[in-house]
């Protein structure tokens, strides 16, 4: 995962060690937009993830696992300076205790004054203010299997891909609940990221395409 820090001189990425798997530790990286080499800001465990808003917030957050895998902590950085304060603890649903390696659901309002979580991929959503710590529950009941959470470019709604039993789709969910969806696949890897306009959206998606041959008197 990679994105541009609020100040636009640099990218923030995040780099894993293949040959080391869970083992080793994520880079969190920045990289001058000018070129030259990257600098490490510090490492976080596997399966954490990075975020920032839009100028002219400068919040950049990091979103990790506890040991126990019961709860997912925020807490800011500085692309410079690294870490800084703890914002805020969501519980994590019984399923990453089984199985950790499944990504976190978070994300960072445009404007830099709000989180989105989700306690798993099945929900629900809690959107926390970070100025008075009000949180906000929306349970969308179309979730089965939620894979990206993110904010919609106006900060009024929040889009996410879902994963269902006959492929995958994009949800766009209103601040009050209000779900549409605005587009199906019929594969279960289907991800989307809105444009910072705000009227466009980049969807991955792929389908496998495969022969199958019939052998006799192998």
């Known amino acids: 995962m990679a994105g541009v ?36 800001i510090f490492s976080m465990p596997e399966w954490s993830s990075s975020n920032c808003a839009r100028p002219p917030s400068t919040l950049c957050a990091v979103g990790e696992q506890t040991g126990d895998h019961k709860q997912m902590i925020i807490t800011s950085f500085d692309p410079v300076k690294g870490r800084g304060t703890e914002l805020a603890r ?8 089984t199985n950790p390696n499944n990504s976190l659901l978070w994300s960072i309002s445009p404007d830099g004054t709000r989180l989105v979580a989700a306690q798993g991929p099945e929900g ?10 009000q949180i906000q529950v929306i349970r969308a009941t179309e979730l089965i299997h939620m894979r990206i959470l993110q904010w919609t470019a106006d900060g009024k709604g929040l889009i996410f891909s879902n994963v269902t039993n006959s ?16 587009w199906k696949s019929n594969s279960g890897n289907c991800y989307v990221l809105p444009s910072p306009d705000g009227r466009h959206l980049a969807i991955y998606d792929w389908k496998l395409s495969a022969n199958i041959w019939m052998m006799e008197n192998f």
């Open 90 to 97: 969501f519980d994590l649903s019984p399923e990453y205790q």
């Open 167 to 182: 492929g995958s789709e994009i949800f766009h969910v209103g601040l009050k609940g209000n779900a549409k969806v605005l």
């Open 124 to 133: 629900p959503l809690q959107i926390l203010t970070l100025r008075d710590h």
């Open 5 to 40: 820090s609020p100040d636009g001189k640099s990218v923030i990425a995040q780099v894993r060690s293949i040959p080391g798997g869970n083992s080793v530790p994520v880079e969190l990286m920045r990289v001058p937009l000018t070129g030259g080499s990257p600098e490490l």
